[in-house]
């Protein structure tokens, strides 16, 4: 088949056009109606195609549509770019329509770009022995399904300004360009986003080609965009609608805010120096990154002075100078977005202030007669004021000792003192004040404010006196002197406090009254003052200590009656006020014996017979035995003789104790025996030695 086609394509190549008489004589013109019209290459869409199946369409001219039955056949011829005849078809009469494949070369898949041409004609349907045809139509077949090179786009910066329209440039394609020539480019344009400027896999339609006028039509405007980062997608493409293989990128992006700015070291209290402060800005797009003259920058400028001006995001400068300075920041960021400055919003502004001067400090001129120990000084300051902290100490006069720190209170230009001057001795004490400005410059001063030196004499207030003492307003009692078996007592009545006893021993269970009065150190009477009464109980009590409060009467006497309890100390204490020192009075002991008894289970004792049993308990309420219990020796006595111990027992932790004693001695016989219990003084027991009341067994 490919031999006869080749064969038929080289007769008919060689044919001459030979229009059959009649076809004159039928009015046909054979140079202008016996032909095809209207030859059409795929719809004429482009000149150039990237597919190697052309649609070729025609019709036929008026006058041969009307003779259609002299229409014999159509034919069509294919040439290749150098005129070399491809392939020669004939096709029915009544064909308008062929579809033309290119074909590749020999041991090759595909065609060659190029140009090709094909030629269409018809032929007469008359029978002769020499066929004859009109003349043919021709029209170009432009194939190209190469790639161009890659088209990059540019642009002139990476960020540009809310109000600015970013132009990109498309560098020209590399390589050879493709015969069907450059088209022009397809670009695309996605927010955070890369995707293809194309739809389909390799080619771009004219709808898609943003720049259309050739290879030198690279520049496209963008338009105002909104705020974000852009990717630019850029492909080139041919005249065939063929695009690069790859659609390279570039990236933009979009900044309308201006920078945030913030001071540091401004807007804050005083100062006592000078300041340092720095503007830093931010921007979360472009940033501040320094990248030149034209770059993002950061000013900073003082009471209207020439700005100091910093590439990047920070610049600082130091203030100094007593006074209240104002200090101004403004930034631009990369794409020229400003904050300050003539074209830009409000700068941020800040305040420093700085006072290198100290305060003045004195004390009072006069102390408060009504309160000798506030002690005041007043803390003076022009331009920050006074600050809100200062203290007063105190120390002997000419000692050269330490200044002591007071509990000082600041208000306003006010510092006071409380001196608890009832807990240093008497003599003479120097006074310091140290105050502060607000910006913390400080000045100590030990002068008052008429020159003279802060020195006071303790006592700065009226002294006073505790007397103190067993008893009432009189104390009676026995004063006995013991001789021998015997005990001789006297009845003494005593007024004066100072001369009663400062110890007294009672039995378990049994209260005592004490009394006393508050004077001053003349003698005078302090009524209506109040005086505590503190009791400290001896170790292993239930109770620690316990304060009375009692109120003198118009002679400055109190009286109380101490409750039963363990032996304690007990001494009065007056807390003085502003006007009345301390005063504590002399320390009293009373002693309380230890609870104790004894029984003996008969009186009568057998020589040699059932043993006496002797029983009893030690304690007392307000103090606990331990586990072990406690040891109380039992002891006899003979008339005439002293007490002699003949055993010592351990009692149970409730303080009782039992004990069966056998008379086993002849010479016991008719005697009388005197037997006691005695406690001994313990550690940790609150009570004094005591002895039982003692029993009487006979042995008989």
């Not at 072990?628 to 039992?634: D, K, N, T």
């Amino acid at each position: 088949m490919s031999r006869l086609l080749a064969a038929t394509a080289a007769a008919l190549a060689s044919l001459t056009i030979v229009v059959a008489p009649f076809a004159t004589a039928s009015g046909l013109n054979p140079a202008e109606d016996w032909r095809v019209a209207d030859l059409t290459v795929n719809d004429r869409a482009a000149e150039w195609y990237a597919d190697s199946a052309f649609r070729l369409t025609w019709s036929l001219t008026p006058k041969l549509l009307a003779a259609s039955d002299l229409v014999g056949s159509i034919s069509y011829r294919l040439r290749g770019a150098g005129g070399q005849v491809l392939r020669v078809e004939q096709l029915g009469a009544e064909a308008r329509s062929v579809t033309v494949n290119l074909p590749g070369e020999p041991g090759e898949p595909a065609p060659h770009n190029g140009e090709y041409s094909v030629e269409v004609w018809v032929n007469g349907a008359v029978p002769t022995d020499k066929p004859w045809l009109g003349p043919g139509e021709i029209e170009q077949l432009r194939f190209d399904n190469a790639r161009p090179g890659a088209a990059i786009p540019q642009l002139a910066t990476t960020w540009v300004r809310g109000d600015t329209e970013p132009t990109v440039r498309i560098a020209h394609p590399v390589g050879p360009e493709p015969l069907a020539r450059i088209r022009g480019y397809a670009v695309s344009l996605h927010r955070d986003t890369a995707a293809p400027p194309c739809a389909g896999p390799d080619r771009c339609s004219v709808a898609e080609t943003d720049l259309d006028g050739g290879v030198d039509d690279d520049t496209l405007a963008l338009g105002l965009l909104p705020e974000g980062r852009y990717v630019v997608s850029a492909v080139a493409v041919s005249n065939s609608g063929m695009r690069s293989a790859l659609a390279e990128t570039a990236l933009v992006g979009i900044d309308a805010t201006m920078p945030d700015l913030a001071l540091e070291g401004a807007g804050g209290g005083w100062s006592d120096g000078p300041v340092r402060v720095i503007a830093r800005a931010s921007d979360t797009l472009s940033g501040m990154r320094a990248t030149g003259p034209t770059g993002a920058r950061t000013t900073i400028a003082v009471d209207g002075g020439v700005p100091t001006v910093a590439p990047g995001g920070e610049v600082a400068t130091t203030v100094s100078g007593s006074g209240v300075h104002t200090v101004l920041a403004g930034a631009r960021d990369a794409p020229g977005n400003v904050r300050g400055g003539q074209d830009g919003a409000t700068p941020v502004a800040g305040i420093v202030r700085i006072d290198e001067a100290p305060p003045a400090v004195s004390f009072a001129r006069r102390g408060d007669p009504a309160d000798p120990e506030l002690i005041e000084a007043t803390v003076a300051d022009a331009l920050s004021g006074p600050g809100a902290r200062g203290s007063i100490a105190v120390r002997p006069l000419g000692s050269g000792q330490p200044f002591e720190p007071l509990p000082t209170k600041a208000e306003g230009d006010r510092l006071a003192a409380r001196w608890d001057s009832d807990s240093y001795p008497e003599g003479a004490y120097e006074f310091r004040a140290t105050g502060y400005d607000l910006a913390g410059n400080a000045t100590s001063s030990t002068v008052r404010s008429s020159g003279a030196a802060m020195v006071l004499l303790n006592p700065v207030k009226v002294r006073t006196q505790l007397r103190f003492g067993f008893g009432g307003r009189r104390l009676v009692w026995q004063r006995c002197v013991r001789k021998g078996e015997s005990r001789r007592c006297r009845r003494e009545v005593l007024e004066s406090f100072a001369r009663r006893p400062a110890s007294r021993l009672v039995p378990y269970g049994r209260g005592l009254q004490v009394g006393g009065r508050l004077l001053t150190a003349s003698g005078a009477p302090l009524a209506g003052a109040t005086v505590e009464l503190v009791e400290a109980f001896d170790p292993g009590a239930g109770i620690q200590s316990r304060v009375t409060s009692l109120r003198t009467d118009a002679e400055g006497g109190f009286l109380a009656r101490l409750s039963p309890g363990p032996s304690r100390r007990i001494e009065a204490r007056f807390g003085g006020d502003r006007l009345l020192t301390r005063a504590t009075s002399r320390d009293l002991r009373l002693g309380v014996q230890t609870l104790v008894r004894l029984r003996a289970s008969t009186a009568g004792a057998e020589i040699g017979g059932a043993p006496v049993v002797f029983s009893g308990r030690v304690g007392a309420s307000e103090a606990t035995i331990p586990v072990y219990g406690r040891p109380v020796q039992l002891q006899f006595r003979l008339p005439g003789s002293p007490w002699t111990e003949f055993r010592t027992v351990q009692t149970d932790a409730h303080g009782r104790f039992r004990f069966p004693y056998a008379f086993t001695d002849d010479d016991s016989r008719g005697v009388r025996f005197l037997f006691r219990a005695y406690a001994p003084a313990q550690p940790g027991w609150p009570y004094e030695p005591a002895a039982s009341r003692p029993v009487a067994v006979t042995g008989r």
